[in-house]
């Protein structure tokens, strides 16, 4: 009985100092808590903020959904931080942070492609390299990008084929966006009989293109003869398109060497 009664003695002197120190502790308990709930109204209010501010910016609801989820996230942690300095626990929050720390290190090894491709993502959506609708050529794909996402991008071929490409292989390496050029110039080589007279063949191509559709600046078509061997001339003929038009540069080349075909055939 004497040994239970001890320990009786001792768990009221247990309970009893943990009950004076939750009561010692109450009001910093409270003050924490009151400052978590203002946090947590802050960060939700700003995080409507910043949605919208990233809207205007990107044009993309998914990017400000995300960053703004980010900012929000951000905000709590720090509200958690500062309650729990409040209630006297450094020792939680430097383990809090370490753990995050190593959480974080683990998780960029793990996901290193993904997580390139995610920061890749935002750099094309914020730089605009090309937006949807472009006609681009990288990693040898043409086509039209038909959707940009976080992790790749869609594109069209000219062949009907959708090609998702990670934007990570986009983002380094070279991009030829043929919408941001207003005009791109068609080049069409010709190799004729050494007879062949420039002053007589030249007159005949250019009336052969006439019908071709110019550039906006009204740029003619130019005939340059290039070599000359004693069995054949050789000249390139280079016509200025507007290069907005999908499919426009390979419809005016067909064109071109339909067209120029027809008028030189019969006199040669």
């Known amino acids: 009985m004497v040994i239970m009664e001890k320990w009786i003695d001792l768990i009221k002197q247990k309970l009893t100092s943990w009950l004076v120190g939750f009561i010692k502790l109450l009001p910093n308990l409270v003050v924490a808590t009151l400052v978590f709930i203002l946090f947590f109204f802050v960060a939700k ?5 910043v949605y919208r501010l990233l809207l205007k910016i990107s044009g993309k609801p998914s990017i400000s959904g995300l960053f703004s989820s980010i900012f929000y996230i951000i905000l709590l942690f720090i509200g958690l931080f500062v309650s729990l300095q409040l209630l006297h626990l450094e020792k939680t929050v430097s383990s809090l942070l370490a753990g995050a720390g190593i959480i974080g290190l683990a998780l960029g090894f793990a996901f290193q492609d993904l997580t390139a491709n ?3 993502g935002v750099f094309i959506i914020f730089r605009k390299p090309f937006d949807v609708g472009n006609i681009i050529d990288t990693n040898g794909f043409i086509g039209v990008v038909e959707e ?3 992790r790749s991008t ?3 071929t000219f062949q009907g084929l959708h090609i998702m490409l990670p934007n990570k292989d986009i983002f380094q ?3 030829t966006n043929y919408s941001l050029s207003g005009d791109r110039r068609v080049d069409i080589s010709l190799t004729l009989p050494g007879k062949t007279k420039p ?3 030249e007159p005949t191509i250019r009336k052969a293109l006439a019908g071709i559709a110019k550039t906006s600046d009204g740029r003619e078509p130019e005939i340059l003869f290039t070599d000359y061997n004693g069995d054949t001339l050789k000249l390139e003929v280079h016509c200025w ?3 907005a038009v999908e499919k426009g540069y390979f419809d005016t080349r067909d064109k071109i060497i339909r067209q120029v075909h027809a008028a030189l055939t019969p006199a040669t």
């Open 118 to 120: 995610f920061i890749s």
């Open 199 to 201: 002053a007589e063949v």
């Open 173 to 175: 390496k070279p991009i």
């Open 241 to 243: 398109i507007d290069n």
């Open 45 to 49: 209010f700003l995080r409507r903020i």
């Open 154 to 156: 869609t594109i069209r």
């Open 148 to 150: 940009i996402q976080l």
